[in-house]
C-alpha cells in the first residue's frame, strides 16, 4: 500500500480546501486532479465539456489518474466523478488512504451557489438533481477508507481529523 491520501467526495464538499492543508500538515505534495486535467488540456473544465463533452473529460480525467498514481507522498484531491469509473476506484485506492468527504445537499447547494465552474450543473442545480446525483454516486464514495462529515466544520478540524485517523487507526508515525 502506498502512502498517498486520497480525498473523494461531491463537489463542494471541501474536497481542495481540505487537501491543501493536509498536504501541507503532513509535509506531503498537495496536488489537484482538476488542475492536472486543466494544465494538461490546455483548457479549463468548462471548456472541455462545452467543446469536446463529458466523456472526453472523463477519458482526460482517467489518464491523470493514471499518472498521478505512480505519485508517493502526495494529498490528491479528486474531482466529484472521478469515483464513477470502476478503474480509478481501483486505482486510487492502491494509492494509499482514500478519504470521502460529505455534506447534506442543502450544504453542498449553499457552498456553491454562485459557481461557474461546474458544468455538470450548470442547467440544473436543483435540490432533486443533487440528491439524485448523490444517490447515484454514493456505493462509490462509501468504498472509502473513511468517510467525514464536513457539515458545520472548520477546515481544520476536517484535516485533524484525517490526521487523527492516519495516526491511531492507520499506525502513520506523524
Ligand atoms: C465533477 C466534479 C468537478 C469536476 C467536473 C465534474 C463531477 O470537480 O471534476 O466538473 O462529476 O462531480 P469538483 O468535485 O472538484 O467540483
Known sequence: MKNNVVLTGFMGTGKSSVGRLLARRLGFTYRDLDAAVVSSAGKSINE?????????????????????SACSRIVLSTGGGAVID?????????????????????????RLKGDSQRPLLREDRSEARLAAMLAEREPWYAEADIRIDTGGKKLEDVAQQILDYLRRIRGWKL
Open 86 to 110: 470502476p478503474e480509478n476506484r481501483a486505482l486510487l485506492k492502491s494509492m494509499g488512504v482514500v478519504v470521502n468527504l460529505t455534506a447534506s445537499v442543502d450544504e453542498i447547494l449553499l
Open 48 to 68: 472541455i465539456f462545452a467543446q469536446e463533452g463529458e466523456a472526453s473529460f472523463r477519458g482526460a480525467e482517467k489518464a491523470e489518474i493514471r499518472k498521478l
